[in-house]
């Protein structure tokens, strides 16, 4: 849409507070008393439901989900009436940028407006829930679909588990089970994932977490599907959502990348993550045995997060190993380049830094570049090194300043303090540049600033 382009992505943000000073003076909802027509067209960037639904839908794709609301404003403000479409696409697009406060800030819009949420949005709530992890939330929204006769579906229960699952809420999470029983329902992979995240969540920990995490993966293998209408899923692909991104899955991210997953490991994919963020190389290896035996290969993700795992419990060795087994014989992403990277890294033992050095070498001669949240989580991670010469911090700095890159600002302050502590001329130009560069930076954004 030309309009969308020229007024709304080009010039980088909406005219929300104008478009609200004006309509202050004059007392309505329009800008039409304050501003010219023609100045009004040349700013408008949408005139009817239609072009905003086009608007929103493009914010949520390219996952710019601070500008919904001004969006929405703006719909407001030129008199257009949002309908059920508009408010489904902005409750996915909040679901998408984990903002639940803007969530339940449309679903009161909407409700205002006369339009009662259906069960699919419920489902987008739920699952925002659990992405901000407030199953308190989510048990609200239960008992409000139950207060306004809205049917649950086999989706909304997976949602419901698994937005549980996130703060480890085990006892709820069996409850959410039994219901689905009672209900006549099978549990899926889903569920199944589920029950791994919410074991691995609890605190305090369980010491029979590893043994649960083996025997969920061991009794999915029977799973059944969840008795749905054939077209429960239909609103889900129109919206673009995948299934993992929908119940929270750790391969949430890489759901639409071709070839990074195979989709039947799901239940592997959930188990051997769980592995890596407990730090149990036992239950790994466990894991490991019973997918050789089914004759599976292994995907990116999968090595990806056994090398973190490896890492993690100091067994540098057995992480290079299934590296070079993978890269051999498959297409390597970026990604688990800088996994092995990142990991080697933790300890800053020199037989660590060095693989971590060689894997960057590799990333560069294979023509791989980081992109700033690659770059800003290296150099953050290298830039800890206390003794040695700083050689991956450096050399990590020059990969992004190659290509033009600018890393967050902790990981900026934490490499000028690394430089700091070293013996460097304050004429040293590496460090002027660092230095210029996080001048600029706390300029822009103030010092002490958090970061997602």
Same mark, same amino acid.
């Given at each position: 849409?030309?309009?969308?382009?020229?007024?709304?992505?080009?010039?980088?943000?909406?005219?929300?507070?104008?478009?609200?000073?004006?309509?202050?003076?004059?007392?309505?909802?329009?800008?039409?008393?304050?501003?010219?027509?023609?100045?009004?067209?040349?700013?408008?960037?949408?005139?009817?439901?239609?072009?905003?639904?086009?608007?929103?839908?493009?914010?949520?794709?390219?996952?710019?989900?601070?500008?919904?609301?001004?969006?929405?404003?703006?719909?407001?403000?030129?008199?257009?009436?949002?309908?059920?479409?508009?408010?489904?696409?902005?409750?996915?697009?909040?679901?998408?940028?984990?903002?639940?406060?803007?969530?339940?800030?449309?679903?009161?819009?909407?409700?205002?407006?006369?339009?009662?949420?259906?069960?699919?949005?419920?489902?987008?709530?739920?699952?925002?829930?659990?992405?901000?992890?407030?199953?308190?939330?989510?048990?609200?929204?239960?008992?409000?679909?139950?207060?306004?006769?809205?049917?649950?579906?086999?989706?909304?229960?997976?949602?419901?588990?698994?937005?549980?699952?996130?703060?480890?809420?085990?006892?709820?999470?069996?409850?959410? &089970?039994?219901?689905?029983?009672? !209900?006549? +329902? %099978?549990?899926?992979?889903?569920?199944? $994932?589920? *029950?791994?995240?919410?074991? @691995?969540?609890?605190?305090?920990?369980?010491?029979?977490?590893?043994?649960?995490?083996?025997?969920?993966?061991?009794?999915?293998?029977?799973?059944?599907?969840?008795?749905?209408?054939?077209?429960?899923?239909?609103?889900?692909?129109?919206?673009?959502?995948?299934?993992?991104?929908?119940?929270?899955?750790?391969?949430?991210?890489?759901?639409?990348?071709?070839?990074?997953?195979?989709?039947?490991?799901?239940?592997?994919? &959930?188990?051997?993550?769980?592995? !890596?963020? +407990? %730090?149990?190389?036992?239950?790994?290896? $466990?894991? *490991?045995?019973?997918?050789? @035996?089914?004759?599976?290969?292994?995907?990116?993700?999968?090595?990806?997060?056994?090398?973190?795992?490896?890492?993690?419990?100091?067994?540098?060795?057995?992480?290079?190993?299934?590296?070079?087994?993978?890269?051999?014989?498959?297409?390597?992403?970026?990604?688990?380049?800088?996994?092995?990277?990142?990991?080697?890294?933790?300890?800053?033992?020199?037989?660590?830094?060095?693989?971590?050095?060689?894997?960057?070498?590799?990333?560069?001669?294979?023509?791989?570049?980081?992109?700033?949240?690659?770059?800003?989580?290296?150099?953050?991670?290298?830039?800890?090194? @206390?003794?040695?010469?700083?050689?991956?911090?450096?050399?990590?700095?020059?990969?992004?300043?190659?290509?033009?890159?600018?890393?967050?600002?902790?990981?900026?302050?934490?490499?000028?303090?690394?430089?700091?502590?070293?013996?460097?001329?304050?004429?040293?130009?590496?460090?002027?540049?660092?230095?210029?560069?996080?001048?600029?930076?706390?300029?822009?954004?103030?010092?002490?600033?958090?970061?997602?």
């Amino acid at each position: 849409m030309g309009l969308l382009k020229n007024s709304l992505l080009l010039q980088g943000q909406l005219r929300h507070a104008t478009a609200q000073a004006a309509a202050a003076a004059a007392g309505v909802g329009r800008r039409g008393v304050a501003t010219s027509t023609e100045e009004y067209m040349r700013r408008n960037y949408a005139n009817n439901v239609s072009e905003y639904n086009t608007v929103i839908g493009s914010l949520v794709q390219q996952r710019r989900p601070y500008l919904l609301r001004d969006a929405y404003d703006d719909m407001l403000l030129d008199g257009v009436q949002p309908v059920r479409d508009t408010f489904h696409n902005l409750i996915v697009g909040t679901m998408k940028g984990s903002r639940l406060q803007d969530a339940f800030y449309f679903r009161d819009q909407m409700r205002e407006m006369g339009l009662q949420p259906d069960v699919n949005l419920y489902n987008f709530l739920i699952s925002t829930c659990g992405k901000c992890k407030n199953s308190d939330a989510a048990i609200l929204l239960l008992e409000e679909m139950k207060a306004h006769g809205v049917k649950l579906k086999g989706e909304t229960y997976i949602c419901l588990l698994n937005a549980l699952a996130a703060t480890g809420r085990t006892d709820q999470v069996y409850a959410i &089970v039994r219901d689905m029983t009672a !209900a006549g +329902l %099978g549990l899926n992979k889903f569920c199944y $994932a589920g *029950l791994i995240t919410a074991f @691995k969540n609890k605190t305090p920990a369980s010491e029979d977490t590893p043994a649960k995490i083996l025997e969920f993966v061991q009794q999915s293998k029977g799973w059944q599907y969840v008795e749905r209408v054939a077209n429960d899923s239909a609103e889900n692909i129109m919206m673009n959502v995948s299934e993992e991104e929908l119940y929270n899955l750790p391969t949430a991210e890489f759901a639409h990348r071709r070839g990074f997953i195979f989709k039947q490991l799901t239940i592997y994919h &959930v188990a051997i993550h769980a592995c !890596a963020d +407990l %730090g149990s190389k036992e239950t790994l290896e $466990a894991l *490991l045995d019973m997918f050789t @035996k089914e004759n599976f290969n292994y995907d990116a993700f999968i090595v990806m997060q056994a090398v973190r795992c490896y890492l993690r419990c100091g067994d540098i060795d057995s992480a290079v190993k299934m590296f070079e087994e993978f890269s051999s014989s498959k297409p390597t992403p970026a990604e688990l380049y800088v996994t092995l990277a990142e990991g080697a890294m933790i300890g800053y033992t020199p037989r660590g830094m060095e693989v971590a050095q060689a894997t960057l070498e590799k990333m560069t001669e294979r023509k791989f570049f980081l992109n700033p949240k690659m770059g800003t989580d290296l150099l953050l991670a290298a830039s800890g090194e @206390k003794t040695g010469g700083y050689t991956t911090a450096n050399y990590i700095w020059d990969m992004l300043q190659t290509r033009n890159i600018i890393p967050a600002l902790p990981a900026v302050e934490a490499y000028y303090k690394g430089l700091k502590e070293r013996e460097i001329p304050s004429d040293d130009p590496r460090l002027v540049n660092v230095a210029r560069v996080l001048d600029n930076l706390q300029l822009r954004l103030g010092p002490r600033r958090n970061f997602q």
